[in-house]
Antibody, heavy 122, light 107 residues
Framework: QVQVVESGGGLVKPGGSLRLSCAAS????????MSWFRQAPGKGLEWVSY????????HYTDSVKGRFTISRDNAKNSLYLQMNSLRAEDTAIYHC???????????????WGRGTMVTVSA | DIQMTQSPSSLSASVGDRVTITCRAS??????LNWYQQKPGKAPRLLIY???SLQTGAPSRFSGSGSGTDFTLTISTLQPQDFATYYC?????????FGGGTTLVIK
């Protein structure tokens, strides 16, 4: 079954760090663009970052540049989001998602996880 | 950044109605426009990609149209399971951006 499952969320103090994981099954993660999205409580969807298939180049939304790092481990078929210098405004459910087409630029995301909650609070 | 504006933000309708949601991009995005459905506590679900292509498994009562800056999502005959929040998203350029969402509620 093709699916992704996130883990690693929790409560962290402002300025702290957290590493999110996304375990993929039913497909080879390295063949697809993979992305992190987030949704603050009661708010809409926001794109955070993606990593390309193949060479693995990365892009980030401006508000997380220099603080978050996306990466993948092909052997473990897993995606990660290292989050440093966390702020209250980073509080959200973080979803991992797979691009629709293998070995092609991301034109849509068809497989989403249910997400993991990150709460940044003193 | 490309701004995506959805309207209405909330829509009240009845089972069996035909409903249309609109999405406008702040610049030309060709047909790099997707529609997602999200229910409370659930992951988003891709319905329409490339402005008008129905995602595998999505019901045929959903359709999309448009190109450039103006797009629509139409549900031909509302079913009880369609009451949810709908988001448009552009994949023309980073940062990828979403509309603010349209919440479809039962009248």
């Amino acid at each position: 079954q093709v699916q992704v499952v996130e883990s690693g969320g929790g409560l962290v103090k402002p300025g702290g760090s957290l590493r999110l994981s996304c375990a993929a099954s039913g497909f080879s993660l390295s063949d697809y663009y993979m992305s992190w999205f987030r949704q603050a409580p009661g708010k809409g969807l926001e794109w955070v970052s993606y990593i390309s298939s193949g060479s693995g180049y990365t892009h980030y939304t401006d508000s997380v540049k220099g603080r978050f790092t996306i990466s993948r481990d092909n052997a473990k078929n897993s995606l990660y989001l290292q989050m440093n210098s966390l702020r209250a405004e980073d509080t959200a459910i973080y979803h991992c998602a797979r691009a629709r087409r293998a070995l092609a630029a991301a034109d849509a995301f068809d497989i989403w996880g249910r997400g993991t909650m990150v709460t940044v609070s003193a | 950044d490309i701004q995506m504006t959805q309207s209405p933000s909330s829509l009240s309708a009845s089972v069996g109605d035909r409903v249309t949601i609109t999405c406008r991009a702040s610049q030309d995005i060709s047909t790099y426009l997707n529609w997602y459905q999200q229910k409370p506590g659930k992951a988003p679900r891709l319905l329409i990609y490339g402005a008008s292509s129905l995602q595998t498994g999505a019901p045929s009562r959903f359709s999309g149209s448009g190109s450039g800056t103006d797009f629509t999502l139409t549900i031909s005959t509302l079913q009880p399971q369609d009451f949810a929040t709908y988001y448009c998203q552009q994949c023309s350029a980073v940062p990828l951006t979403f509309g603010g969402g349209t919440t479809l509620v039962i009248k």
